[in-house]
């Protein structure tokens, strides 16, 4: 089933995407560049961080497609955070999927589920899959 | 009116002794007044000292060319070179170019460089300014390149533009993966990278 809550605060997806990482690598025949080592993408308040990004780019390859992050990844946006396995973010239409043992922390409650998809622009994340929701009773 | 006889003829004797002269005068403007021509100056011969280039075995647009190990093609132009010692070069407005067999090339420009001979390496100086056939264009101040291997690394950091955007590294090294042959620039130590969504050009999808 589908479950849709807020997630973060509002983030301009078109605004400058920073990343920083250990190093970046490209490859001279097709051009893949590839970002290793503690990598962060930092989009307006939104901080995604991940072992390994790559950069796709758009058929013309004059402009970034999207960005595949991968060996788990750490959303953070406001002050929700969301831990997952991969995350694929279309830089064009600002929509941001993480997927595979997804866990939403809001708050006192933690969600889990298959995948997630975060609507950048919004704020709001669905999440899909085996979606289970645990409520901390001690607050911790 | 016709001349008398003897007038016709002190007219010819007459005739006979100024044509002549007359004749004279003008040949010899060919040679007497005319525009002194000073052979030595008409033939150009450059001003460089002639002594000086030959003792100093300077070369000019040397140029060098060869493949790697990997069988990449690499070449390096120069605008002149200038013996250092035995075997090192000293080489002004240093060019190479590298094409790799599996695909790309790079090219690199500088203002001056070393190229040293034993060791393999010509190490570029100077505004160094690194082209490479996926768009990149990388600046930094030295840069060492192998002429016998595919090699090269940067001594310092770099700034760069590319597809995927700005970018600064504290270095940058070019290497080949031994499995696959396939050539990688490799920024490291410390990547900074800024991508503007909205400015790049490019056709803007509905």
Redesign the interface.
């Known amino acids: 089933q589908e479950t849709t809550v807020p997630f973060g605060t509002q983030a301009d ?19 893949a ?1 590839i ?1 290793e080592g503690n990598v962060l993408v930092e989009q307006d308040n939104m901080r995604l961080s991940a072992a390994r990004v790559e ?1 796709i ?2 058929e ?5 497609a999207s960005l595949a992050a991968s060996g788990g990844v750490t959303l953070v946006s406001g002050d929700d955070a969301a831990e997952a396995e991969r995350a694929d973010y279309d ?2 239409s600002g929509a941001l999927v993480l997927s595979g043992d997804v866990l939403l922390v809001r708050g006192p409650s933690t969600i889990a589920s298959e995948r997630m998809r975060v609507d950048v622009d919004a704020g709001t994340a669905q999440l899909e899959g085996r979606v289970r929701t645990f409520l901390s009773q001690d607050g911790d | 009116m016709a001349l008398s006889e003897s007038s016709r003829t002190r007219l010819i004797s007459w005739l006979k002794i100024v044509l002549p002269l007359a004749a004279m005068a003008i040949l010899s403007t060919l040679f007497l007044i005319s525009r002194s021509i000073d052979p030595l100056a008409e033939i150009p011969y450059s001003t460089v000292d002639l002594r000086d280039s030959a003792r100093s075995e300077r070369v000019t647009k040397p140029s060098f060319a060869g493949a790697t190990e990997e069988g990449d093609m690499i070449a390096f132009t120069a605008e002149s070179a200038l013996p250092r010692d035995g075997n090192r070069l000293d080489a002004n407005e240093l060019a190479a170019e590298i094409d ?1 067999a ?5 090219a690199v420009r500088a203002e001056a460089g070393q190229i040293d001979q034993p060791a393999d390496t010509a190490t570029l100086r100077g505004g160094v300014e690194i082209t ?5 264009r990388v600046e930094t101040e030295a840069l060492a390149i192998g002429m016998r291997q595919t090699r090269a690394e940067t001594e310092g950091e770099i700034r760069a533009e ?4 700005t ?1 600064t ?1 504290g270095r940058m090294r070019l290497s080949t993966d031994p499995e696959t042959g ?17 400015s ?4 803007t ?1 509905e």
């Open positions: 997806s078109s605004a400058p995407i920073e990343v920083q990482s250990e190093t970046l690598s490209v490859s001279q025949d097709d051009g560049a970002f950069v780019y758009n013309t390859q004059s402009q970034i830089v064009t | 790799f599996s695909g790309g090339s790079v490479s056939s996926t768009g990149y590319g597809p995927p955007g970018f590294a396939k050539v990688y620039m490799v920024f490291t130590a410390g990547v900074k990278l800024i991508y503007d969504p909205g790049t050009p490019g056709p999808e």
